[in-house]
């Protein structure tokens, strides 16, 4: 290769690279706080939900409470029931059907 092919190769990889940084941090700047609660809500929910702490699921309901206030803190703007059913989303309390070593049913294909 010649010297001015690698010189141009060289204002590409720069400009790709600063590309590259822009998109960055485009991306990180775009991070929702809401969403991020509601991820990690619902894994500290199905960690919580799936073990028998208490019989009367007192811990469970106190972190469902605890993960609402913070959410609307976020700008959730639905009531608790709500909030409740977003945790319980696809765990094995929506379907009672359901296998234990499958949590969610197998849906029959529709036709």
Not at 39 to 61: I, M, P, V
């Amino acid at each position: 290769m010649n010297l001015d092919k690698l010189r141009q190769l060289a204002g590409q990889a720069d400009e790709l690279a600063a590309e590259l940084r822009t998109q960055l941090a485009r991306a990180e700047a775009g991070r929702d706080p809401l969403g991020v609660h509601i991820f990690a809500s619902r894994a500290s929910y199905r960690r919580t939900s799936g073990h028998d702490h208490s019989k009367s699921g007192r811990r469970t309901e106190t972190e469902l409470q605890m993960s609402y206030a913070r959410a609307c803190s976020l700008g959730f703007r639905g009531g608790h029931e709500m909030w409740e059913l977003l945790m319980r989303c696809g765990t094995c309390e929506d379907a009672p059907a359901a296998h234990p070593r499958n949590p969610l049913p197998i849906q029959p294909p529709s036709t």
